[in-house]
């Protein structure tokens, strides 16, 4: 009896898979060399489907499962591009991995809790989902919490490393002097308002990498009081940094996986 029933909810199909029915399945996943998270290690498997009295059933466990179910996994071995989602805010995060063909898509995703001071723990259970290739940027955006709207006047700012870092520590500090020292050193009058927005302290963090024909693409972004920030090197050795809503951060994953898809084509 298939352990997986996949129905429809908020645009695609879906369905979240207890662990103990999800680790099972994973013996028939091996050859789509998914991380140890989704997939463990077999002797992991064996030894936690005993102690739960899970059957593992048969080497290829998934020909007991319904055709959608079979389809939604499968599909990450004829996948044109992939992509991987992390995020982390205020102690909980969610993971995502996603996969297309160019024409259907799919992907797991997890939930966890992010410690102070531990090893981030995973939460119970898995979740399939399995949908059109034009909801995947959809779907990826639903794993980054909202950061809320840009605050007007917020411009990108772009900074030598060790200004940025100098800015920030003498913000921190409060003194005056001391910031208009900094800003000067980096080459502005005031500290720039991205600037103190971040050095009032990070909230969260997330990545995201799209992996095709074209090659791999990383996008790190950092949230603060202004909202999501994206950081990434320029070649001329300088941190930009780009304040990103939910809207803009939509646009940018549709562009990175419509170019992805085109090279494929």
Known sequence: ??????????????CAVQERDWLPLTAGLRHLQLPDVFVPPA??????????GADLGTPDILDSEDDLTKRALRLKAAAALEVDVQAS???????????????????LARQLV???????????????????????????????????????????????PPHARDLVL?????????????????????????VEALATGLIGEASVT???VRGTARF???LCEAGWIEIHARSDGRLQHTPYDADA?????RRELAAQLAAAA
Do not use: K, Y
Request: proline share 10%; charged share 15%.
């Open 1 to 14: 009896m298939p352990r997986v029933h996949m129905a429809v909810s908020n645009g695609a199909l879906r």
């Open 43 to 52: 002797e992991q498997v064996r030894a936690w489907c005993a102690a739960a």
């Open 89 to 107: 805010v205020c102690g909980e995060g969610s993971m995502m991995l996603g996969w297309t063909n160019g024409v259907a898509a799919s992907s």
């Open 114 to 160: 992010v410690p102070a001071d531990g090893a981030p723990q995973l939460l119970d259970g898995v979740v399939l989902s399995a949908f059109p290739v034009h909801r995947l940027a959809h779907e990826m955006l639903h794993h980054v919490p909202s950061g809320g709207p840009t605050p007007l006047g917020l411009q990108p700012v772009a900074l030598a």
């Open 170 to 194: 003498q913000m921190r500090a409060g003194d005056p002097a001391r910031i208009a020292a900094a800003a000067h050193r980096a080459g502005f009058a005031t500290p720039p308002p991205l």
């Open 210 to 212: 799209i992996e095709g």
């Open 220 to 222: 790190r972004f950092v």
């Open 249 to 253: 951060m939509l646009d940018l994953f």
